[in-house]
């Protein structure tokens, strides 16, 4: 009986195809998992940024929230802001570049 597998008594030039298919296999997996799963959690090998806050919260929105909210006084926050434009400049509308 003629298999595919018989090539003259052995697998045939096809048969390192199987790896290929295998490394298609799995690389499309992982871009898939990539794309849809890890998309909002960064991925299984990255860290928080700033030990959990999150990136693009400035210093700066966080004393706002914080006087908006009501946690500080008006004097705090233009206190803490005074300290804030010392050490980072302002960047935005009104500030230097």
Do not use: N
């Not at 998992?33 to 299984?44: A, E």
């Not at 210093?59 to 909210?69: I, N």
């Amino acid at each position: 009986m003629q298999t595919l597998a018989s090539w003259h008594g052995g697998p045939g030039p096809w048969i390192l195809f199987f790896p290929l298919i295998w490394a298609a296999v799995v690389i499309g997996a992982v871009t898939l998992l990539r794309r849809t799963v890890w998309r909002g959690r960064g991925g299984p090998w990255q860290r928080p940024v700033d030990g959990g806050r999150p990136a693009g919260d400035s210093p700066l929105a966080v004393l706002g929230r914080r006087f908006a909210s009501g946690e500080i006084d008006e004097d705090e926050y233009w206190r803490r802001l005074s300290v804030l434009d010392e050490q980072f400049g302002r960047t935005g509308k009104g500030g230097p570049a």
